[in-house]
């Protein structure tokens, strides 16, 4: 058996990938309540019981320590009550520290005292000392500066060090080697959706070095957003044209992937899960409706200016232009229809938001991100369910995301709801692809 510990688990698409690769999770952590809830859920669905031969600690990584993780490893009572002998050592550990510091979709600050979520990683895995090692995170991880770093083992980093070069000098001085860090898409490895994470994988002294996954897809293979989520528009009528018959990978979602304790994906016989949709009103359907296959909100802003687009049959949409540009129906079917409306008057419009976009059902998704209203679908005037973001990440049918649906404001930077959990995911495939390397040097 091979035994693995999942650090800033989130909802666990690394764990799903652990778990279809091969491994038995002993340990997991995160700081949220409400991944928790979701965490744990799917874990009971697959016979990971805690307490028993599972353990999930809610806590912060600065207030954990490697004696908690095997103090909890060693009380489990799979072993306590000698159904099987407990481990020495850990076979692998994975965590993707937080992200929102390093990520180049918002402000980088290099004060944010996530950033340094990393360093306790590295102290938990000199507490820990598992054979093998996994960190995933966004691209900007591998650029993000830092000014007086100091790391875990005394060393004073000039400023100006980017991220890789502590972690490597770092792991080196606990006794860890490390492959050059890459930078993976997980559309390679059979996952719906153009993803890139940056990966570093360590060894410790003694142990064989693992190798990368070699992509499984060509740019050409790539599935589609009518691949993954074809079988899940709304209208009966659209859904029957477009997806008449389901896709290897719609079936394999409704099947699962993950296996439970004993060996067996748990399909998906019942209504699925996850599945409301937001309330939208009519002037945002109509203004959805503006948006061409695969075109961004910048993009239709240029449409317009040089263009011009006809709303003549957008009812709600002309009464809000109306009433906020103060001018008569004709009057504002006509300025869009001619080209010469201003940025001003196409904000009312379109909204100041140029980020939001129309996906292309012949492409991969764009990157799943943690608000539901940045994309629309390609076939019905509305935004993503739940469900359907989860598909474009790899997770089965079966998991159920719990806790709430969405937040905004200020509680964005503590809650976690469904969408934030699926957002913030690895994709089980990938993590899946990046282990199973690791599961052959064992």
């Known amino acids: 058996m091979a035994y693995a510990i999942d650090l800033f688990c989130g909802a666990g698409g690394c764990s799903e990938g652990l778990i279809q690769a091969g491994f038995d999770i ?15 859920h799917r874990h009971e669905q697959l016979g990971l019981i805690q307490g028993y031969n599972t353990w999930f600690e ?14 909890r490893i060693n009380q489990l009572e799979c072993f306590k009550n000698g159904e099987r002998v407990a ?19 918002g402000r980088r600050d ?33 650029d993000m500066q830092f000014l007086g770093y100091v790391g875990i083992t005394g060393i004073e980093y000039p400023d100006g060090s980017v991220t890789p070069e502590i972690l490597r000098r770092e792991l080196e001085e606990i006794g860890y080697h490390t492959l050059e860090p890459r930078i993976l898409n997980a559309a ?19 142990e064989k070095s693992p190798n990368y996954p070699e992509p499984i897809l060509s740019n050409s293979e ?12 709304n209208d009966v009528d659209i859904k029957n044209k477009i997806n008449n018959r389901r896709s290897r990978y719609q079936i394999e979602s ?60 957008k ?18 079917v006509n300025l869009f229809l001619s080209a010469k409306a201003t940025n001003e008057q196409i904000d009312v419009l379109l909204t100041k938001k140029n980020i939001r976009q129309r996906w292309n059902p012949n492409q991969p998704a764009a990157t799943i991100v943690s608000i539901p209203d940045d994309y629309i679908s390609p076939w019905e005037d509305r935004t993503f369910s739940v469900r359907e973001m989860a598909r474009c990440q790899s997770f089965d049918d079966s998991f159920e995301f719990l806790g709430k649906r969405t937040t905004g404001g200020i509680l964005r930077r503590t809650e976690v709801p469904q969408y934030t959990q699926v957002g913030n995911a690895v994709p089980p495939l990938l993590a899946r692809a990046i282990v199973e390397e690791i599961m052959k040097v064992l």
């Open 315 to 332: 009812t709600a949409l002309k009464e809000l232009c109306c009433e906020k540009l103060k001018l008569s129906e004709k009057q504002v």
């Open 26 to 40: 002993l340990f997991s952590s995160d700081i949220s309540d409400m991944v928790e809830l979701t965490y744990r």
């Open 222 to 233: 790539y599935l589609t957003i009518k691949d993954a989520i074809g079988d899940l528009i």
């Open 110 to 142: 290099k004060s944010d005292p996530r950033n340094m979520l990393f360093g306790e990683y590295v102290r938990v895995i000199n507490e820990v000392k598992p054979r093998y090692i996994v960190l995933e995170n966004v691209e900007g991880f591998m």
């Open 188 to 206: 390679d490895y059979g996952v719906p959706q153009r993803r890139n994470r940056a990966i570093f994988i360590g060894y410790k002294d003694g």
């Open 254 to 313: 409704k099947n699962g992937r993950t296996p439970d304790v004993n060996g067996n994906p748990i399909s998906v016989s019942r209504q699925l899960t996850c599945t409301e949709m937001s309330n939208m009103t009519q002037v945002v359907k109509e203004r959805f409706s503006l948006f061409r296959q695969g075109e961004t909100g910048t993009n239709l802003r240029k449409r317009v200016l040089t263009e011009g687009i006809d709303i003549s049959g």
């Open 58 to 71: 809610r806590e912060d990584i600065r207030n954990l320590t490697g004696a908690c993780i095997w103090n």
């Open 87 to 105: 481990p020495v050592v850990i076979d692998l550990m994975i965590g993707g520290p937080s992200c929102q510091g390093f990520s180049r979709a």
